[in-house]
Nanobody, 125 residues
Framework: QVQLVESGGGLVQAGGSLRLSCAAS????????MGWFRQAPGKERDFVAA????????VYADFVKGRFTISRDNAKNTVYLQMNSLKPEDTAVYYC??????????????????WGQGTQVTVSS
């Protein structure tokens, strides 16, 4: 069982930056691929970014490429999402998720076994 706790959300003006953190419980954090998803009101939960267990592979949704960076610190059992050049359309609840399987199709929501409670990001225009 893995418990995930996100933090770092908030209100920011367009063009600003935020760094989200997701702290995980457990001793085998480096065995999990980690992903970030987001869900705006009335919309589906969309893939944002993912990173494999040892941090050597990453994948991003097209709409965040060049603006967001996912990283992880396995010594701290934490995954990060650095968000730069934020836009009002980035407003959503952001969730981190853990996948205990092999690094395969990390963009698919159904791959993930554990989810955090989410953190709200609001970008004002």
């Amino acid at each position: 069982q893995v418990q995930l706790v996100e933090s770092g959300g908030g209100l920011v003006q367009a063009g600003g930056s935020l760094r989200l953190s997701c702290a995980a419980s457990g001793r085998t954090f480096n065995m999990y691929a980690m992903g970030w998803f987001r869900q705006a009101p009335g919309k589906e939960r969309d893939f944002v970014a993912a990173i494999n267990g040892i941090g050597t592979n990453t994948v991003y949704a097209d709409f965040v490429k060049g603006r967001f960076t996912i990283s992880r610190d396995n010594a701290k059992n934490t995954v990060y999402l650095q968000m730069n050049s934020l836009k009002p359309e980035d407003t959503a609840v952001y969730y981190c998720a853990a996948d205990r399987g092999a690094w395969s199709t990390p963009t698919l929501r159904d791959r993930y076994d554990y989810w955090g409670q989410g953190t709200q990001v609001t970008v004002s225009s």
